[in-house]
């Protein structure tokens, strides 16, 4: 339980006339002004201490601390950023249910500051559990109410569960949007240009953090791919803006969607149709 904030004790007493020596009148006030006002400005009281700051510092355990405190002593739109900022910090420190239990009541917020931050975060948990269908539309909702480089983070991470879901017109759109970010965003520019720049279509049979599961199913599909005449199933190495590797399984290289769509079909298990490589 946090103990409320303690309180310095307001000073007492007067400033007697003789500190100022033989100044009187109106030169003893000009000379008690100065004296004063030197005193503020050399030593300003400093602000306390907020969660939005700490989490912009990168302290996140400090900045929900902070934030849950401040949720519980204040009201309105203040208290609604207080449960923002918490529901961020518990997501950056991996903490998802958690974060979720912050940022659900904020999904509708009318402030799309607050509103788009809390869907893009809970997009983001979406798909880190691999739920894309869900991760796509709130990407997508969080991208239209958000502006500048956090709508082009948005829009970029859209396309990712787009492209997982084998719908690449919608991917490719959302790569394009994206690109529309500041000079800061300098690395989701050019990564939705290499989306872009991709030719054809293959199949993507899953997406894996760990390599060795990348090749297992790699291997127990290579026989079916090459007697279907799609050749041997390769893994692609991606890294997404957020700077996590992954290890993707593709299956063949295909000119149309169309002729990918039906290779899907051709192929069955979970596969779906996705953007392929560069040549």
């Known amino acids: 339980k946090l103990t409320p904030e303690k309180r310095l004790p307001g000073r007492t007493g007067v400033v007697r006339a003789r500190l100022f020596g033989r100044l009187s009148g109106v030169g003893a006030l000009v000379m008690a002004c100065a004296v004063f006002l030197g005193a503020c400005a050399s030593s300003p009281i400093p602000p306390p201490p907020s969660g939005a700051g700490a989490y912009q510092s990168g302290n996140y355990q400090e900045a929900y ?9 204040t009201e309105g739109v203040r208290r609604d950023r207080a449960a923002l900022t918490a529901g961020l910090s518990a997501h950056a420190m991996g903490h998802s249910a958690l974060a979720e239990s912050w940022l659900r009541p904020l999904e509708r917020h009318p402030d799309p500051a607050i509103s788009g931050r809390a869907a893009a975060t809970l997009g983001l948990i979406a798909q880190e559990r691999g739920d894309h269908e869900q991760a796509a539309a709130l990407l997508s909702r969080a991208a239209r109410q958000l502006e500048g480089d956090a709508s082009a983070r948005a829009n970029f991470q859209a396309a990712e569960s787009y492209a997982a879901l084998g719908r690449v017109d919608s991917a490719r759109l959302h790569y394009r ?63 997404p803006a957020d700077g996590r590797v992954l290890y993707l399984v593709h299956i063949g290289s295909f ?24 040549r």
């Open 65 to 73: 601390r902070l934030s849950a405190s401040e949720y519980s002593r």
């Open 177 to 239: 949007l994206a690109r529309g970010g500041t000079p800061a965003q300098d690395q989701v520019r050019t990564l939705s240009n290499e989306r872009l720049e991709l030719s054809g279509y293959t199949l993507q049979a899953g997406a894996f953090a760990n390599q060795a599961n990348a090749r297992e199913l790699a291997n127990r599909l290579s026989t079916r791919a090459q007697a279907l005449g799609y050749g041997e199933p390769r893994i692609v190495q991606r890294t």
């Open 255 to 278: 000119a149309t969607e169309r002729d990918a769509q039906t290779a899907r079909i051709r192929m069955g298990g979970d596969a779906v149709v996705a953007p392929a490589a560069r």
